[in-house]
């Protein structure tokens, strides 16, 4: 390092710096390390086997660091100083490639002051949960993270919906990246955007494309579907009550909770498990059918072959195009419902 600040100390207006790769020691005098600063913006130190105790060293020499690049370094834990003003500009923080595999070594992040987007691709996070919070203190004090606005945890090894749902506690959290989740393996990028959008109340961008709104009350009610129809086997009951105040009177969407009477239960399914769509062999031939969600791909195939008078010989092939979509998704199974595909009214 002190080569790296005899660098700086002679180009002194540099905003971005990549170290990558290099394997650097800090100096033993820690008076020297102590009294160097430099107004840069940028560091990249992707795989230089840096550890987190020597990042907290280096925070005084770069006041104004704005972006912070540590990947791919081997790191599994963080001992973050509790002063107040640590990394006080630090925005953006990327910690992909490493070893972590608590959240609640992402917690000890949460209080850097101005963090707002952070990147913990290709770690090991198998659960995302929140300490308990104290009576004293509300859910977003105890949290922390209060201008976390983006979040990317593609390829860690997520397994429930549980851990998706946890990330509602994060009030400015906008925009969010997850691909490559052992959650999401079995689904499609079509049914797993509903599924993720349904559960998450904020999120206005996921994976780079923007939500619209007709996606998200799409998406919200086909996730209030399955939890009236106990499809769901976990859900967070704020979430629900929020949901249940913005959909209880659309398309006869069930109005009361999970836990409501049987008979009250049975009623809300047979009136949420239909659904209107559109049979269209070409462009000029359709025919507007409301049908089962628990039908099958198969038994509509039967159904065209009735309807369009297709000869029984004839291979059908479905695809499924919602009101938002401009592309297409092809049936994968013939055993597979409606509901697995989340159609909704209109498609």
């Known amino acids: 390092w002190t080569s790296v600040f005899e660098i700086l100390e002679e180009i002194k207006k540099l905003e971005t710096m990549c170290l990558s790769g290099n394997r650097l020691a800090l100096p033993f005098d820690t008076f020297a390390l102590s009294c160097f600063q430099h107004p840069l913006s940028v560091l990249v130190l992707n795989r230089c086997l840096i550890s987190w105790d020597q990042i907290e060293k280096l925070e005084k020499c770069f006041p104004n660091l704005t972006e912070l690049h540590l990947c791919n370094n081997g790191l599994c834990s963080f001992d973050v100083k509790t002063e107040p003003g640590m990394w006080p500009n630090l925005s953006m923080l990327n910690l992909s490639g490493n070893q972590i ?29 929140w300490p308990s919070t104290s009576t004293s203190s509300t859910s977003e004090e105890a949290i922390g993270f209060k201008h976390l606005k983006s979040l990317s945890i593609s390829h860690n090894p997520i397994k429930s919906w549980e851990s998706i749902s946890a990330l509602n506690r994060l009030n400015l959290l906008s925009e969010i990246r997850m691909v490559g989740l052992p959650l999401l393996s079995h689904l499609t990028v079509s049914i797993s955007r509903i599924y993720i959008i349904g559960r998450l109340e904020n999120i206005t961008i996921l ?23 106990k499809k769901e086997e976990a859900y967070d009951e ?25 008979n009250d239960n049975n009623n809300s399914e047979d009136k949420a498990d239909y659904v209107t769509v559109i049979l269209r062999p070409s462009a000029s031939d359709e025919i507007v059918r409301r049908l089962a969600s ?54």
């Open 101 to 129: 595999n608590e959240w609640s070594q992402i917690c000890k992040l949460a209080n850097m002051p101005r963090l707002s987007r952070l990147i913990l691709n290709e770690n090991q996070l198998s659960h995302i949960s």
């Open 207 to 229: 994976n780079g494309s923007p939500v619209s709104s007709l996606e998200r009350v799409d998406a919200e009610r086909y996730y209030l579907r399955r939890l009236m129809m």
């Open 238 to 262: 704020k979430r629900l009550a929020h949901l249940l105040s913005l959909h209880k009177q659309d398309d006869g969407r069930p109005s009361s909770s999970p836990s409501s009477s049987t």
């Open 294 to 347: 628990s039908m099958s791909v198969r038994e509509i195939q039967l159904l065209c072959h009735r309807l369009f008078h297709i000869n029984e010989s004839t291979t059908i092939k479905l695809s499924l195009k919602r009101p938002n979509e401009q592309i297409p998704t092809p049936f994968s199974g013939v055993k597979d419902s409606l509901d697995d595909y989340a159609v909704c009214n209109n498609s």
